[in-house]
C-alpha cells in the first residue's frame, strides 16, 4: 500500500510560480512511477506530467510544456510538480499518481495510488 500527500498549493497571479510536492509512504518509492493529473470544475480529470521510476524519462501533456517540470527524489520519496508561467486556465485540483510499473502512463485508470489532491487558483 502506498499513501500519497500533496501539498504546495495555492492562490497566485498569472504569470506566478508554485511548486506542488507529493510525499510517498509505504511502498518503495523507487518502484514507482508518478504522475501528476489535474481536474477543473465540470471537466475531467487529466494529465499533466509522468515520471518513470528511475527519474529518467518524463512525459508532459501538450498544454504544459516549457512551462511545467516533473522530478522525483527518491531518496526524498517525493515528486514534484514545477509550475511556471501559470494562466488561469490552470486552475484545478492538482492529484499525484503512483504506480509500480516500469512505464508511464497518461491514463488515471493505470493508477494505483492518488493523493487526495491540492487546490491551485490562478488569478488576479
Known amino acids: 500500500q502506498v499513501h500519497l500527500v500533496e501539498s504546495g498549493g495555492g492562490l497566485v497571479q498569472p504569470g506566478d510560480s508554485l511548486r506542488l510536492s507529493c510525499l510517498a509512504s509505504g511502498r518503495t518509492f523507487d518502484t514507482l512511477a508518478m504522475g501528476w493529473f489535474r481536474q477543473a470544475p465540470g471537466k475531467e480529470r487529466e494529465f499533466v506530467a509522468g515520471?518513470?521510476?528511475?527519474?529518467?524519462?518524463?512525459f508532459y501533456a501538450d498544454f504544459v510544456k516549457g512551462r511545467f517540470t516533473i522530478s522525483k527524489d527518491n531518496a526524498e520519496k517525493t515528486a514534484y510538480l514545477r509550475m511556471n508561467s501559470l494562466k488561469p486556465e490552470d486552475t484545478a485540483i492538482y492529484y499525484c499518481?503512483?504506480?509500480?510499473?516500469?512505464?508511464?502512463?497518461?491514463?488515471?485508470?493505470?493508477?494505483?495510488?492518488w493523493g487526495q489532491g491540492t487546490q491551485v487558483t490562478v488569478s488576479s
Open positions: 499518481a503512483a504506480v509500480n510499473s516500469p512505464s508511464v502512463s497518461r491514463r488515471s485508470d493505470e493508477y494505483d495510488y
Open positions: 515520471i518513470s521510476r528511475t527519474g529518467l524519462r518524463k
